[in-house]
């Protein structure tokens, strides 16, 4: 069985307020897009990376050498789109073959995670990784406000993992309806997959503004 990956880093960061696409951004000299593959590689025979249209090859250049067969291809419009894209590339994988799809903004999520993803598919067809929620969460914030049950909730994490013919049917049905979501888990369970969860790990959080870059800079140099 082949264990896949897709690690979208096509979108342009501008939260983070940089010249350069957040992927290429270095934490500890080297760019987050690489230090989220080469801990893929760590469980992946095969990454495909979508990038911005524009910097393929400085993203080519920014993962060479990683411990796994590594294609780069261009993402599209959002971040469903350069996921889409990036499955694509994996065509020819059996339908039982697993597939983690990982965002090279959370470059440094815990491999033990991975494990914990690829054991729970043997008995499901999709796994998200879920932290407790430790705010207090209200909905309908600038009108009806609701507060929501905290006990309940769990904030989603990637890498989300798949067995690879569930995923790519729940994308192509998905493209089919339009129905668009910010997360893989939400299209597998729309069509019907049995989506489990395992622990995710703080240490996998986003990073989304420069303030995040400088926490895990700060993290590298202890
Ligand atoms: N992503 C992508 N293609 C897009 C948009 C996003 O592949 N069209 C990827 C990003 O590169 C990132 C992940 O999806 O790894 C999560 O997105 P986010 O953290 O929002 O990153 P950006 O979209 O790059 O940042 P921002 O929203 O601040 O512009
Ligand atoms: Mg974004």
Do not use: N
């Amino acid at each position: 069985m082949t264990t896949a990956a897709v690690l979208t880093a096509a979108g342009s960061g501008s939260r983070l307020g940089r010249d350069i696409p957040k992927g290429l951004v270095t934490v500890g000299g080297t760019p987050l897009v690489r230090w989220a593959a080469s801990s893929l590689a760590s469980v992946c025979e095969r990454i495909v990376v979508t990038a911005p249209a524009d910097a393929v090859g400085a993203f080519a250049d920014a993962v060479a050498g990683v411990s796994a067969r590594v294609d780069v291809v261009a993402g599209g419009a959002s971040r469903q789109a350069s996921v889409a894209l990036g499955l694509s590339a994996l065509a020819d994988l059996d339908a039982r073959d697993a597939v983690l799809v990982h965002d090279a903004a959370r470059p440094f999520m815990p491999v033990a995670v991975f494990g914990r993803l690829l054991d729970a598919l043997e008995s499901h067809d999709a796994v998200i990784p879920v932290l407790p929620v430790v705010d207090t969460i209200v909905s309908g914030v600038g009108g009806d406000v609701r507060y929501l049950s905290r006990p309940t909730l769990g904030a989603v994490q990637t890498p989300q993992a798949f067995v690879w013919g569930a995923l790519r049917e729940a994308h192509a049905r998905a493209q089919a309806e339009g129905f668009e979501a910010t997360d893989d888990g939400a299209i597998a369970q729309r069509y019907g997959f049995r989506l489990g969860t395992v622990e995710g790990d703080p240490l996998g959080a986003k990073i989304t503004y420069a303030e995040d870059v400088e926490a895990a800079e700060q993290r590298m140099g202890r």
